[in-house]
């Protein structure tokens, strides 16, 4: 039987990189738990028919508040990457839920306008006020919380593994690769 030829190989080495970079930090045994979980808009028109569902869910902080034995994050739901589970950045909401967490989150850190991502079970409802209007939140209780970093993805110039913009290529593979820099012309080349 033939093995793969080089240029398969070499191929074929950028995808697998990509796809290990491109990872949710959230393991195959949780996106499994999670999988066939209800939308949003179905959680938030009716939290009391999915209590104890395991489900994942995510967007930016609206504000932190440490309770005597809980803190509560108010977040404004945003839909996820599917291959990094990351909220995207958009103005496209379902609404805000609340996650609850056993552990001390200090404010300062879990701050407005941080990404976060939660798994955890739905507890149900609780009522609020946005504003001057009252709102029921869905409340998950997180088993696991990931607060992204702030600099995680700068359009245009940096993700992961790959550069582009002005000065900058992206390549792969032992030495070689391709991209566009001073002057913006493309081509291929040894790194």
């Known amino acids: 039987m033939n093995s793969p030829s080089l240029g398969f190989r070499i191929l074929f080495l950028p995808v697998l990189l990509f796809g290990l970079i491109s990872c949710s930090p959230f393991s195959s045994t949780v996106k499994k738990e999670t999988r066939g979980q209800p939308s949003f808009s179905q959680l938030i028109r009716n939290p009391q028919a999915y209590k104890g569902r395991t489900v994942m869910f995510g967007g930016t902080i609206a504000q932190t508040k440490n309770l005597k034995n809980t803190t509560l994050i108010e977040v404004i739901q945003k839909p996820l990457d599917s291959s990094t589970d990351r909220p995207l950045d958009t103005d496209r909401s379902g609404g805000r839920f609340l996650i609850a967490s056993k552990k001390f989150l200090d404010p300062s850190i ?19 006020v946005i504003g001057k209007r009252s709102y029921a939140y869905p409340v998950i209780g997180a088993t696991q919380i990931h607060l992204w970093s ?14 582009w913009g002005p000065g900058w290529g992206w390549g792969w593979g032992p030495g070689w690769g391709w991209g566009w820099g001073p002057g913006w012309g493309w081509g291929w080349g040894w790194w």
């Open 110 to 128: 879990y701050s407005k306008d941080r990404a976060v991502t939660v798994v955890g079970k739905v507890l149900g409802v609780q009522p609020g």
């Open 150 to 163: 702030e600099s995680y993805y700068y359009p245009g110039y940096y993700y992961p593994g790959y550069f």
